[in-house]
């Protein structure tokens, strides 16, 4: 009995001790939050004062056109504009006109929404210039979907440059930090200094050199950033051609979106490289939508066992490989829809083909090709180990790696046409490259890359833990991720 009491007062005096640790530490929470609260309300304040402190009216000098209006339009919609007005870093002019460097015709129709509190319909390019502007409260996703549709297609993307559009603001929901960071990178392009200014056949065009650099560096309108092409004092560089279209070329560097008629012709002209002005646009997306998204949870997909593997697939569904020895089907809003049965252990991999059929790699050493309705059309048999990572080749082919420590490659129909052998462990990720080339990485620590022959042309040395993913990037250059806590970057 006594035993028993001593052990419960010890007990007792654990318990004490962790609810005192636990009291310290909402303490300190309560503090760090009362401060951060303060700071807030701070900042809000001087926010607020900076924008009673502007002027009734305002003037903007937007791609070489002054454009005046009222504040009380401006502040009808918490956006990009308020944030950058109250920031106190959006310098204006010595003429005390605030740059931007967006079309001035799209942003007077700007004006004409805020002027009709948001009654009028927006559509086509003032619907994009309101997103851009955080001033409309269109999903996006639709747009972000097609134009990964549009991406596996082999077209370019239609969706427009933005800067944290997904931060869609109606009235004063607030601006995120991350929002806000997006909005003081672009006040720093405004505020540079040298803008370059042209005559445009008697209009006056005036822009930042990065949007004139957007267009690739062998591009006419490079030049003019460079310095190298001799500007006229007051007038700016004199190009002579049609008005009209030089404004949708300037406007297409710098949404990236094709918005007048007959594009192709001034674009060639001005040797605009619409694959950069694409591979930028999708940066700074990318940049702007992660950094306010990353944090919101959309749908949550109810598995019932462990995910080893997730896949897209182009009819906007998602495709998941897991413990439960099945592929499953899910739409975005997380219903499963189909669910695939057939291995005999752990899925480790699922990838969509290219003709819309679905790959997947098992424990069970074999691969299944899927019809999206659930049938198995074939199953590819010959790994002595696992099967963990497998990949569309550019030749239509398949290549899978397993446990086996090989990479083979496969026909649709099943047929292991090679076996890449070199690795002393595990293959745990297989990609291609640009040059068709297949990489992979193992659990021996090393990178290797072989030709469609089953050559192994290199092997990258340097991590010093298995190394469970490998991917080619665009530049041509390797990514390989580790288990010695590093990544690597290879050419």
Known sequence: MNSFSAQLREQLRDLTDKLRSYKLECMIEVQSLDKKTQQYEAMKREREERLAALPSQLNFYVGGQKVETLKNTILKRESLLTE??????????EEGCWFLDRDADTFERVLDYLEGDG?????????????FLWMHSACIGENVTNAAKQRREGRRPQTMRKRSTSRRLTNGPGITEASRREAEEYIGEMNETEKVKMNVRGRRYVTTKKTLQSGGESSMLSALASGRWTAEMNAGYSINKNSKDFAFVLDYLRTGVERGENMSEPLLYFGIDTEAVSKLQREREGR?????????????FSVGTTVHSVAELSNGCIATGSQDKTVKIWTM??????????????????????????????????VKIWTLGGTCTATFSGHVGRVTALV??????IASGGADGTVKMWTMDGTCIATLTGHKDDVRSVATLIDGYIVSGSADKTVKIWALD????????????????????????????????????WK
């Not at 009654?119 to 997103?131: M, V």
């Not at 702007?288 to 949550?300: L, M």
């Not at 699922?350 to 790959?359: M, Q, S």
């Open 392 to 397: 569309e080749l550019d030749n239509g082919c």
């Open 288 to 300: 702007g939508r992660w950094r306010d998204y990353v944090s919101t949870c959309t749908a949550t």
């Open 84 to 93: 950058m007005l109250s920031s106190g870093k959006w310098q204006p002019d």
């Open 119 to 131: 009654k009028i319909e927006a559509t086509g390019c003032l619907l994009e210039e309101l997103k």
């Open 454 to 489: 089953g050559t192994c042309i290199t092997t990258l040395s340097g991590h010093t833990g298995a190394v469970r993913s490998v991917i080619g990037l665009r530049n041509g250059h390797i990514a390989s991720g580790s288990a010695d806590n590093t990544v690597k970057i």
């Open 333 to 366: 809003d997380g219903v499963c829809t189909h669910i695939f049965s057939g291995h005999y252990g752990d899925v480790t991999a699922v990838a969509e083909l290219e003709d819309g059929h679905i790959a997947s790699a098992s424990f069970d050493r074999s």
